[in-house]
C-alpha cells in the first residue's frame, strides 16, 4: 500500500492543483505537497531493508487477466535510490523556478507532477505493460513543460525529443508482445507480463547470429533505453531539449529522466537477456567510451553554458553506460552511484545556470568574465558543483568515476585508459569554462551592470540559499561517506551481478 | 425453394423493424405540418430513441447465434457488437448533426431519415451472411449517404465530394457484384456459411472462385478504404459535412470492416498464400501511405481523413491475423475493439471540428487551431487526449487496442507487420502532435463557434472520458466481446 501511496500521490497532487481555485497560492501550494512526497519516500526509505536484495513492498493485483498483464510494483536497492532522487528533486525543482516560470503556472506544476508519477512509475513497475504505460506516460508532461515554457527553438526541440523516444519503445512493445507470448513456458499455460516471469525464460541465444530471438529482443529493449540515455550517437536530441527547455525542465531531464533509461539496463536489459548483452558488452563498452570523449571535446567548443553542460550529460552518461556493461561489481556499483551523482550535480548546473540566466538574459560565454567580483557567493557555489562535476576527491562525482573506471580497467585496460582522458577533458572543459565566465578580465555583462545600478547583479537570494544548500550538502555527503547511499543498494547489485544467467528477485 | 416466415424471425428482425419505424417518425410529422420543419430537438430526441430502442433490442434478441429469413442473417456476437457499435458512432454523429452550422437547416427531419436508414443498412450489412443480402445492406447504407453528404445547402465542395463517392462507390459495388457471380458461378451458393469450411480448399481448387472472392474483398477495400483504393477518402471526408464525415469515418467504416471480417474468417487467405500477401502488403502499403499523406496536410478534416486511411491499414492486419487463425475469436474480438477505440477517438476529434465551424463553408485548418488551449481549456485537453490516442500512447483507449491487435498479430507470427505497424505508429505522431503544438504553443485567438453547442460538448467529454476510463480498465469489456464471438 505505502509504494503505492508514494507512486500515486503526485498524482493526486496534480488533481488538486487542477482544481485549486487560487492562482496566487499554486506555487506555495504545489512545494508544500512536493514535500509531503518527499516524507512519503522518506517512510519507504526507513521501511526498506537493506539487508535484503529481494523486491520489497511488492504489491500485485490483477488488471488485464486475459493477457496476465498486472499492476505489479516492487521496489529494491536500485530503484529505491532512483525513488529518493526524483522526490528529493521535485521540491528544489519547483523552488527553483519560482521566478522563471511565470506563464501558465498552474499547468507547469500539474505537468510537473504527473511526471513526477509517471518517472516513478517505471522506476517501480514489475509487469512490462505497466512499465511500458508508464514509460511512454512520461513522454507527454515533458513535451509540454518543453514545449510550452521552453525557450526560442522550443516546438522544434520538443518534437524531436518526443519523436526520438517514442521510435526507440515501439520497439521495445513489439518486443514485450513478443516475451509474452514466450511465458506459457514458464506459467504453465497462462500468458503474462510480470517481469518475474520474463525473468524465468531461456531464450535461445546463438552466438554470433543477429538474428536470433535473443539477440534481436536484446537490441529492441537496448535501443529503447539507449536514446533515453542518450547513447552515442543516438544523443542528438539531448543538447536540443536541454538549451530549449526551461530551467525546471532541464533539471527534471538530466536528473530523473535520463536515469530511466540506464536503470532499465539494469531491470531489464541484463537480467532478461544475459547471454546476449554479455556477447554484446564490448559494443556498449565502446558506444560509452566513444561518448565520453566525443561528449567531453564537443562540450568544450561550444559558446552556450547550457549546451556545455548538456554535452557534459552525454560525457558522464558515457561513464554510467561503461559501468552498466563492464558487468562486476565495481562497475555497476559506480554506474548506479554516478546516475545519483549526475543527477545531482548537473541539476545544480542546470538551477545556478537558470539563476544567471534570470540575471543576466544571456548564456553566452563570451558575454561574461570576471563575474566572481559580482557575485561572490553564486561563484563558490558553482565551483562546488563543477569539482562535483569533474569528480575531484571528497565531492560524489569522485566516487562514481573511481568505481566505475576500477571495474573497466577489470574488464579492459584499453577501455579504462581512454576513458581516464575523459576525466581530464571533462576538467579541461569545465575549468575553462569557469574561467571564461567567473575570472580573468570583465566581461560586457558585468560592464554593464556596474555602469548602470538599476540593473546591478544581486548575489543569491534567501530562496536560491535554500535551493542550493541541500544540494551542496549532500555534493559532499555523498563524496566522504559513500557508504551511507551505497549500503541501500549494495546488496542488489551484488545480487544482481552474480546471478545474472539466472536472475530472479524474491518478493517480499 | 420452401420460404417461412415465423416470430422468430420478426423478432430478431425487431431492431431493423424499429429503427425504420422511427426514421419514418420526423418525415411524416414533417409532411403533417404541411412540409414545416418541426422543432429540431423533438427531431434528433426522436432519432436517439429509436436508435436506443434499436440498441435494447439488439441486446435482448441478438448474439444468439440464430438466423432469420431462411438464413439471410445471423445474429451472433460480431452482428451485436458491431451493430451496437454502429449506433453508438451513428448516435455522436447525429448529435453533431443537431447542431453543427452546415446540418441543421430546413431539410433536418429529411436528413435524419437519411441517417437512420443508413444505419439500417449497416444492420443488415453486418448481420447478412448471403452475399446478396450483404449487397443491400451496403447499398442501403451507401446511398443515404450519398444524399446526406450532398444536401448540405451551400458547400460546392459538397456536391462535388458526393459525386465523387458516388461514382466511386457505385464502381466497387458492381466489382463487389462481379465477384458474387462469380463465387455463385463456382461453388453454386452465395451463403458465407455453405463455404464456412470449404473456402480454403475452394479457392486452392477452384480458380474461379478465386477470382470471385478477390473481387468481393477489392470491393470491401474500397469500402473501407484501403490503399491505393483510398484516393476517394480525403477528398470526400473534406467536402463532406463535419458531422456527416463523422459517421462515414466511424460507423460506416466500423461496420463495413466487420462485414469483411466475416468474408475473410472464411479463410480464403488460408488456401491462397498469393492473396494473404498482397494483403499484407496492402496493409502495409495503407499505413505508409496513409500516415505520410496526413503530415502533408494542413486542413484537419483532409489529416484526419489521411489518419482514417492508416487506421484501416491497422486493422487490415487485425482482420488478416484473424483470417489464418485458428482461434479467431480472439483475433475478431481484437479487430472489433480496435474498431471500437478508433470510432471513439475520431467522432471525438471530428465532433470538436464540428463545434469550431462557424458556418457551412468554414475550413479548418491545423494553423487555425492557435490559442485554443486559452479559450477553451477543457476542450484542448480532450483533443489532446484523442491525438494521443490516435497516436497509440499509453494510458488510452488507443494504446490497447493497438497492443491487442498487434499482439494478436505476433500471436499468428505476423511480426512483421506488427513492426510495420508500430514504426507507422511513430511517423502518425508527427502530425498528431502538430494540433497539440498548435493549441499549446502558439499564440491565437481559436474558439468554438458557438458557447451555446451543449450537446457536441457533452459528447466529446463522453469520448474522452470513455478513452481514459476504458483505455485503463479494458480488460473486461475484451473478455466481453472475445466470450461473445468464440
Redesign the interface.
Same mark, same amino acid.
Given at each position: 500500500m505505502l509504494l503505492s501511496v508514494v507512486l500515486f500521490l503526485p498524482l493526486v497532487f496534480a488533481v488538486i492543483l487542477t482544481v485549486w481555485p487560487q492562482k496566487t497560492t499554486i506555487r506555495q501550494l504545489a512545494l508544500g505537497l512536493s514535500l509531503i512526497e518527499f516524507l512519503a519516500s522518506l517512510v519507504v526509505l526507513k521501511n526498506f531493508d537493506q539487508a535484503s536484495a529481494a523486491l520489497q513492498m511488492a504489491e500485485q493485483y490483477a488488471w488485464v487477466p486475459r493477457f496476465g498483464i498486472s499492476y505489479f510494483i516492487g521496489i529494491d536497492g536500485i530503484s529505491l535510490m532512483l525513488i529518493m532522487l526524483t522526490t528529493f528533486l521535485t521540491p528544489i525543482i519547483i523552488l527553483g523556478s519560482w521566478n522563471s516560470i511565470t506563464d501558465r503556472v498552474k499547468g507547469f506544476h500539474v505537468a510537473l507532477f504527473v511526471l513526477q508519477t509517471a518517472m516513478m512509475g517505471s522506476f517501480l513497475a514489475m509487469d512490462a505493460v505497466l512499465f511500458y504505460v508508464f514509460w511512454e506516460l512520461s513522454l507527454v508532461p515533458m513535451y509540454f513543460i518543453v514545449g510550452i515554457w521552453g525557450g526560442a527553438r522550443r516546438i522544434y526541440a520538443t518534437i524531436k525529443f518526443f519523436i526520438y523516444t517514442m521510435a526507440g519503445s515501439v520497439l521495445m512493445l513489439l518486443a514485450i508482445i513478443f516475451l509474452m507470448r514466450l511465458t506459457p513456458e514458464v506459467t504453465g499455460g497462462a500468458v503474462s507480463a510480470s517481469l518475474l516471469d520474463f525473468y524465468k525464460l531461456q531464450i535461445p541465444f546463438v552466438a554470433g547470429d543477429f538474428f536470433t530471438a535473443q539477440t534481436l529482443l536484446f537490441f529492441a529493449f537496448a535501443l529503447a533505453f539507449a536514446i533515453k540515455v542518450p547513447l552515442f550517437p543516438l544523443h542528438t536530441w539531448l543538447p536540443d531539449a536541454h538549451v530549449e527547455a526551461p530551467t525546471p525542465g532541464s533539471v527534471v531531464l538530466a536528473g530523473v529522466m535520463l536515469k530511466m533509461g540506464t536503470f532499465c539496463y539494469l531491470r531489464w536489459v541484463i537480467p532478461l537477456f544475459p547471454e546476449a548483452a554479455e556477447y554484446y558488452a564490448w559494443f556498449f563498452v565502446a558506444l560509452g567510451v566513444i561518448g565520453i570523449v566525443y561528449g567531453a571535446l564537443v562540450a568544450m567548443v561550444q559558446p552556450d553554458v547550457k549546451k556545455l553542460v548538456a554535452y557534459s550529460s552525454v560525457s558522464h552518461m558515457g561513464y554510467v553506460i561503461l559501468g552498466i556493461f563492464v558487468m562486476n561489481q565495481y562497475g555497476v556499483n559506480g554506474a548506479l552511484y554516478q546516475m545519483l551523482n549526475h543527477g545531482i550535480s548537473t541539476g545544480a548546473l542546470f538551477l545556478l545556470i537558470g539563476m544567471i540566466y534570470e540575471r543576466t538574459h544571456s548564456r553566452m560565454i563570451v558575454k561574461y568574465g570576471g563575474l566572481a567580483s559580482a557575485l561572490p557567493i553564486f561563484t563558490i557555489m558553482f565551483v562546488i558543483v563543477t569539482m562535483s562535476s569533474i569528480a575531484v576527491p571528497l565531492t560524489n562525482g569522485f566516487i562514481g568515476e573511481f568505481l566505475i573506471l576500477m571495474g573497466t580497467y577489470q574488464y579492459s585496460p584499453l577501455a579504462a585508459g581512454i576513458s581516464v582522458t575523459g576525466v581530464i577533458l571533462g576538467a579541461a572543459y569545465m575549468l575553462w569554462m569557469v574561467k571564461r565566465v567567473f575570472f580573468g578580465p570583465k566581461g560586457e555583462i558585468v560592464t554593464h551592470a556596474e555602469e548602470d545600478k538599476e540593473h546591478a547583479l544581486h548575489d543569491l537570494s534567501v530562496r536560491e540559499w535554500v535551493v542550493m544548500t541541500p544540494l551542496i550538502i549532500l555534493i559532499f555527503w555523498m563524496g566522504i561517506f559513500p557508504n551511507h547511499f551505497m549500503d541501500y543498494s549494495k546488496k542488489s547489485v551484488d545480487h544482481l551481478i552474480s546471478n545474472k544467467h539466472n536472475y530472479t528477485l524474491e518478493v517480499k | 425453394m420452401n420460404i417461412t416466415v415465423g416470430l422468430t424471425d420478426v423478432l430478431l428482425a425487431s431492431p431493423l423493424i424499429v429503427l425504420f419505424l422511427f426514421s419514418l417518425i420526423p418525415l411524416a410529422i414533417k409532411v403533417l405540418r404541411g412540409n414545416k420543419e418541426q422543432n429540431p430537438a423533438a427531431t434528433i430526441v426522436i432519432a436517439l430513441i429509436g436508435l436506443g430502442l434499436t440498441a435494447g433490442l439488439l441486446l435482448v434478441f441478438g448474439g444468439s447465434d440464430r438466423t432469420a429469413f431462411n438464413n439471410q442473417l445471423l445474429f451472433d456476437g460480431l452482428t451485436q457488437w458491431s451493430a451496437l457499435l454502429a449506433i453508438v458512432a451513428s448516435a455522436g454523429g447525429l448529435i453533431m448533426m443537431y447542431e453543427n452550422p452546415s446540418t441543421r437547416g430546413k431539410q433536418f427531419s429529411e436528413l435524419i431519415f437519411l441517417a437512420l436508414n443508413s444505419v439500417l443498412g449497416m444492420i443488415i450489412l453486418v448481420a447478412a451472411v448471403n452475399l446478396i443480402t450483404v449487397f443491400i445492406g451496403l447499398e442501403l447504407m451507401s446511398l443515404a449517404l450519398y444524399l446526406m453528404i450532398a444536401m448540405s445547402h451551400e458547400q460546392k465542395i459538397s456536391k462535388e465530394a458526393a459525386i465523387k463517392y458516388f461514382v466511386l462507390g457505385s464502381f466497387a459495388s458492381a466489382i463487389f457484384l462481379y465477384g458474387v457471380s462469380f463465387v455463385f458461378g463456382s461453388s453454386g451458393s452465395v451463403n458465407i456459411t455453405d463455404f464456412m469450411q470449404s473456402a480454403a480448399t475452394l479457392v486452392k481448387t477452384n480458380k474461379l472462385f478465386l477470382f470471385g472472392i478477390v473481387f468481393v474483398i477489392l470491393g470491401f477495400c474500397f469500402k473501407v478504404s484501403i490503399a491505393p483504393f483510398h484516393a476517394w477518402a480525403p477528398d470526400v471526408y473534406q467536402g463532406s459535412p463535419t458531422p456527416v464525415t463523422s459517421f462515414m469515418a466511424t460507423a460506416v467504416k466500423a461496420v463495413s470492416f466487420a462485414a469483411f471480417l466475416r468474408i475473410i474468417a472464411t479463410q480464403p487467405l488460408v488456401g491462397s498464400q498469393n492473396l494473404f500477401d498482397v494483403m499484407q502488403w496492402l496493409a502495409v502499403i495503407t499505413m505508409t501511405v496513409g500516415n505520410v499523406a496526413a503530415i502533408m496536410q494542413n486542413n484537419l478534416k483532409r489529416t484526419l481523413a489521411y489518419s482514417s486511411v492508416a487506421h484501416s491499414g491497422y486493422i487490415l492486419v487485425g482482420l488478416i491475423t484473424a483470417g489464418i487463425s485458428q482461434n479467431s475469436a480472439y483475433s475478431a474480438s481484437s479487430v472489433l475493439f480496435y474498431l471500437f477505440a478508433y470510432s471513439i477517438m475520431t467522432m471525438g476529434a471530428f465532433a470538436i471540428v464540428s463545434l469550431i465551424e462557424r458556418s457551412e463553408n468554414s475550413v479548418i485548418n491545423t494553423d487555425d487551431l492557435a490559442g485554443f488551449a486559452k479559450n477553451q481549456p477543457a476542450l484542448a485537453m480532450c483533443l489532446t487526449i484523442f491525438m494521443?490516442s490516435l497516436a497509440g500512447? !499509453? !494510458?488510452t483507449l488507443g *494504446? &490497447?487496442g493497438k *497492443?491487442?491487435l &498487434?499482439?494478436a498479430a %505476433?500471436?499468428e507470427g505476423l %511480426?512483421w507487420l506488427?513492426?510495420w505497424g508500430?514504426?507507422n #505508429?511513430?511517423i502518425s %505522431?508527427?502530425y498528431y502532435?502538430r494540433p497539440i503544438?498548435v493549441m499549446?504553443?502558439k499564440d491565437g485567438d481559436a474558439d468554438v463557434a458557438d458557447h451555446s453547442l451543449h450537446a457536441t460538448t457533452v459528447l466529446v467529454f463522453v469520448c474522452a472520458f470513455i478513452i481514459i476510463a476504458i483505455g485503463l480498465f #479494458?480488460?473486461p469489456l &475484451?473478455?466481453l466481446v472475445?466470450k461473445s464471438l468464440g
Open positions: - | 494521443l500512447l !499509453p !494510458p *494504446f &490497447f *497492443f491487442y &498487434f499482439s %505476433v500471436n %511480426v506488427a513492426l508500430v514504426i #505508429s511513430v %505522431v508527427y502532435l503544438v499549446y504553443m #479494458s480488460g &475484451f473478455d472475445e
